[in-house]
């Protein structure tokens, strides 16, 4: 399977900024949709921004403006540049990606729907 692992959370004052990264690991890596999420305790995980194949992107409504994905191929990398942070913003955020991957020369390409194990953000007021 592809590995996810996020990075760069922290803690931040309100209109603050942070850039989130997302690592993939894995053999010859072919992403259709990759994203950022986020959850709160007791809260369903929520879409904040996706990009696709063609490099499309799209975002939850509260983050328009803020929060930019991104992601560089050559890499294997994905990130979220997240300015004028609010304290609302506050929560883990995990990084989803699907595609296909090369597994081995037995079973060869493979697909895969990952995680990362994500990363908490805390945006003081």
């Known amino acids: 399977q592809v590995q996810l692992v996020e990075s760069g959370g922290g803690l931040v004052q309100a209109g603050g900024s942070l850039k989130l990264s997302c690592a993939a690991s894995?053999?010859?890596?072919?992403?259709?949709?990759a994203g950022w999420y986020r959850q709160t305790p007791g809260k369903q995980r929520d879409l904040v921004a996706l990009i696709d194949s063609e490099g499309t992107t799209n975002y939850a409504e509260s983050v328009k403006g803020r929060f930019t994905i991104s992601r560089d191929r050559t890499k294997n990398m994905m990130y979220l540049q997240m300015n004028s942070l609010k304290p609302e913003d506050t929560a883990v955020y995990y990084c989803?990606?699907?595609?296909?991957?090369?597994?081995?020369?037995?079973?060869?390409?493979?697909?895969?729907?990952?995680w990362g194990q994500g990363t908490q953000v805390t945006v003081s007021s």
């Open positions: 894995g053999r010859s890596i072919s992403t259709n949709y």
């Open positions: 989803h990606a699907e595609g296909t991957y090369y597994r081995d020369t037995h079973y060869g390409v493979k697909p895969f729907d990952s």
